[in-house]
């Protein structure tokens, strides 16, 4: 939590999602989604049935934003995405493997509620923390040189 906060607001919370109430929540998250779509496959209700069951604990990060003159919501919906990538540091720095995910259930309304996320809220990352099993697959990397620009004015 030890994060860039304009204002000191701290405007996230943490959910912890272990045991037995994260195949819970994959189960309401695949009625859902039968809920929407009746045709869902059984790979897709599958995939939502186990999608929080792939590490032991995951960490539900909820951005909170509150009404502060001078900080705009995106200042503190970014604060939030710092607890997730601290998160995934401090995660990885004590030796566990760590990946930040979100999918369509963070943005669904029904689901936002059953994990009593409020409707000003966000769930900004599912940060899904265990023991790696195999090596990451490294992937190309952006080229600084296409993101950075001098500014001449
Ligand atoms: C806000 C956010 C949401 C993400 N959600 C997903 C996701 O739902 N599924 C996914 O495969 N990767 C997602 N990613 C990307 C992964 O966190 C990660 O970057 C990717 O698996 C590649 O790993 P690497 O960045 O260590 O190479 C998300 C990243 C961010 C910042």
Redesign the pocket.
Known sequence: MRVPDHGALAPWRILAIAGDARLRLGEFVRQRGLEINPAQSEAAQTKDRERFTRAPLVLGVIASPVDRPGVPAIEQILSA?AV?FNL?QGAQALGFGA?????WP?YDPAIKSHLGVREHEHV???IHIGTPTQN????P?PDPAAHFSIWQG
């Open positions: 995405g997730c995934l990946q930040w995910l979100t999918g963070c900004v990352g599912f990451a697959p490294e992937r990397r």
